[in-house]
């Protein structure tokens, strides 16, 4: 039998290649060939006396076999993870490759530009940011880590609340021209509200104003899933958008949207950086989450209009 180390370094490869669904994907996050790691998983085979992956065109599918011997890999292997953090707490050093998963729109305006300080901090650790309008799926797309904007839905992720972002009412100088202003929540009933589906739910538009509550039902003839789309459709006058604060606070600045409704208060949309719930959380991981929650705290951009 191969030595244990071999053993455990043959589990790992099974493993990943099973999250990822993909040999090759896992061979460019480890930085070797395709064929080195069908070798490896060709050696566990035959070492175990059968198949535990049904090989297609389309996709990888686990045997019933290789079903158990995954879930007792994954056992065995968070069993070690455990072990060596018990032993490295506090010395671990901060390095290597680091994935992370966003919305467009806050991976562009809020996470990119903080990468350069992060990375002068943390000089080997090496960032692939992955930017996707829809929820991410993490083990499937090899993330140590999301950040997720709005109520969380599953509950089999580990989730740190790190911050909040205030929303406010928007439209362009040219549509409230044409149209009016809206000097209440109820008003918004008649005009075009653009829609940004992945945060409104069932039409549903929520302000408080002291102790009163406000849930108006808008409509409208344009709605998308990607939140910079919004930005344009409201830039370019179709209507009127319930946005984040800081996608629109440069257009703010520079007069080419308005604030509406500032004696209300939309609902704030929690922010929560989201890990594997199977998956020990590396150093590299939770310094990063640290570095954002810090950075977060204190942004102006996330605040609400004064």
Sequence with gaps: MRCLVDKLNAMAIFVRVVERGSFSAVARELQTSQPTISKVLQALE??????????????????????????????????????????????????????????????????????????????????????????????????DVTFRIGALNDSGLIARHIGSTHRITVAAPQYLAQHGQPQTPDDLREHNCLQFNLLSSQNLWIYTHGARRHEVRIKGNAQSNNS????????????????????????????????????????????????????????????????????????????AIK
């Excluded at 789309?229 to 606070?249: D, K, N, T």
């Excluded at 609902?267 to 990063?288: D, G, M, T, Y």
Aim: glycine fraction near 6%; aromatic fraction near 6%.
């Design 228 to 303: 910079e789309a919004i930005r344009e459709m409201v830039l370019g006058g179709l209507g009127v958008a319930l946005s984040p604060v800081w996608l629109f606070s440069e257009d703010l600045k520079a007069g080419r949207v308005t604030a509406l409704l500032q004696d209300y208060s939309a609902q704030s949309l929690p922010i929560h950086a989201v890990s594997p719930a199977n998956r020990r959380q590396s150093a590299r991981v939770k310094a990063f989450v640290d570095f954002m929650s810090q950075a977060l705290e204190s942004a102006p951009e996330l605040q």
């Design 46 to 143: 035959s070492e175990l006396g059968g198949k535990l992956i049904a090989r297609s065109t389309r996709k990888l599918s686990l045997t019933e076999e290789g079903q158990r011997y995954f879930d007792h890999c994954r056992q065995i292997l968070a069993a070690v993870d455990a072990a060596e953090h018990s032993f490295q707490s506090g010395r671990e050093t901060i390095a290597g490759p680091l994935r992370i998963g966003s919305s467009v729109s806050f991976g562009r305006l809020q996470i990119a530009p903080r990468l350069p300080a992060f990375l002068e901090r943390y000089p080997d650790v090496r960032v692939d940011l992955q930017l996707s309008d829809q929820n991410q799926d993490l083990v499937s797309e090899g993330l």
